[in-house]
């Protein structure tokens, strides 16, 4: 059974620092094309961040240079460096795993404010 888990999430005052990690259990995680994707209330789920499985990156222009996603082949886990956090990062952010079949985790909440 595949099983993706996000963890990390939590409240953060603008400016501030949180490390996301998405572990995955039943599949060879380095092989697949893994995203960070968030969805805030009343919007659409978009994605932040994404590693190949040649650790090329990309980044939405909203996070670009502030945000830094990368891999743990000790811990098997994608990570999500977020910093210079600002109010609109709040929503509740997925962890994506890509082959010939996608993977979801339950997501981990991120609210950012003062």
């Known amino acids: 059974q595949v099983q993706l888990v996000e963890s990390g999430g939590g409240f953060v005052q603008p400016g501030g620092s949180l490390r996301l990690s998405c572990a995955a259990s039943?599949?060879?995680?380095?092989?697949?094309?893994t995203g960070w994707y968030r969805q805030a209330p009343g919007k659409q789920r978009e994605l932040v961040a994404i590693?190949?499985?040649?650790?090329?990156?990309n980044y939405a222009d909203s996070v670009a240079g502030r945000f830094t996603i990368s891999r743990d082949y000790a811990k098997n886990t994608v990570d999500l460096q977020m910093n210079s956090l600002k109010p609109e990062d709040t929503a509740v952010y997925y962890c994506?795993?890509?082959?010939?079949?996608?993977?979801w985790g339950q997501g981990t909440q991120v609210t950012v404010s003062s």
């Open positions: 590693i190949t499985s040649g650790d090329i990156t």
């Open positions: 994506n795993a890509h082959l010939r079949t996608t993977y």
């Open positions: 039943g599949i060879i995680f380095k092989l697949y094309a």
